[in-house]
Nanobody, 117 residues
Framework: QVQLVESGGGLVQSGGSLRLSCTAS????????MGWYRQAPGKPRERVAR???????DYADSVKGRFTISRDNAKNTAYLEMNNLEPGDTAVYFC???????????WGQGTQVTVSS
């Protein structure tokens, strides 16, 4: 069973930056892709970015040009570098992993990101 542990959330002012980390353990050989999702109060969970084991990436339109996802396979860790943060980015951010590009079935516990105006 894959376990995912996130870190790096917090409170930042509008225009600031944060870096989230997600480290996987357990059945890591089963992981093909890792991703970041977020959920704001009263809104559905949405995918922010995802990355394959060989570095192919995909971003939500709302974060393109501001967020960067990366992955260190040697450390079993994925990162989300978030720049020029906006109040609309405030949400709980969840790390996820899956055995293919579409089925993200492993989830972390989430980390809160709050952007003040």
């Amino acid at each position: 069973q894959v376990q995912l542990v996130e870190s790096g959330g917090g409170l930042v002012q509008s225009g600031g930056s944060l870096r989230l980390s997600c480290t996987a353990s357990g059945g890591i050989l089963a992981i093909y892709a890792m991703g970041w999702y977020r959920q704001a109060p009263g809104k559905p969970r949405e995918r922010v970015a995802r990355i394959t084991h060989n570095g192919v990436t995909d971003y939500a339109d709302s974060v393109k040009g501001r967020f960067t996802i990366s992955r260190d396979n040697a450390k079993n860790t994925a990162y989300l570098e978030m720049n020029n943060l906006e109040p609309g980015d405030t949400a709980v951010y969840f790390c996820s992993a899956g055995q293919n590009w579409f089925d993200f079935k492993y989830w972390g516990q989430g980390t809160q990101v709050t952007v003040s105006s």
